[in-house]
């Protein structure tokens, strides 16, 4: 058995303007976050999520008390990608940078910190509670729905500030078998 993993690109309904702020005010802590713990990161060499979480989330905590705990953890998994990404390109000398520039963020939300509350909405956990979005799914959402897909545990989210709306990037996986040719004339 091999497991297949896709993600989809979902849009939320346009946002309430209390509802976008908030999320707006998420983003920007995430990013200060993120900015923060990656430059950490490169400054000392580490590349393993697990040990720069063990040095950072404490201190990510105590600076950001209101968010849930769990956004800490993600903006470490977040940076953990971006500096292994920048030492990996210091290494073959194609970056002059000394750090990378955290431009644009998609906020990285694991299973703690998000569900789907029913199938056209879902539920978001942040620093002024749990807020819900109603989703507009297409045809290839409920293609994954109804043909046996399961959502993953992780999402991203996204701000679209023209339309005040969200941006949602959900992975589905399925178990799938793995189809090996039995004959020796295809070894060939």
Not at 30 to 45: D, L, T
Not at 135 to 151: T, V
């Amino acid at each position: 058995m091999s497991e297949v993993v896709r993600t989809i690109v979902l849009k939320s309904a346009p946002l309430p303007r209390r509802v976008f702020r908030v999320f707006v005010e998420l983003e920007g802590m995430y990013k200060n976050m993120v900015e923060q713990v990656v430059i950490f990161a490169v400054r000392n060499s580490i590349t393993s999520f697990t040990r720069l979480k063990a040095l950072k989330y404490r201190e990510l905590r105590n600076l950001y008390p209101q968010l849930p705990s769990h956004y800490a953890y993600t903006a470490c998994q977040d940076a953990s990608t971006r500096a292994k990404s920048l030492l990996r390109l210091k290494e073959k000398g194609l970056t002059s940078r000394e750090y990378p520039e955290v431009r644009s963020v998609s906020t990285w939300l694991d299973d703690h910190l998000w569900k789907l509350s029913s199938l056209t909405a879902i539920e978001i956990a942040t620093h002024k509670g749990r807020f819900r979005a109603v989703l507009e799914p297409y045809k290839q959402y409920w293609r994954y729905i109804n043909g046996g897909w399961r959502p993953a545990t992780g999402a991203r989210v996204k701000l679209d500030k023209k339309n005040k709306r969200l941006v949602i990037y959900l992975t589905f996986k399925k178990s799938v078998e793995v189809y090996e040719p039995r004959g020796s004339w295809l070894l060939m």
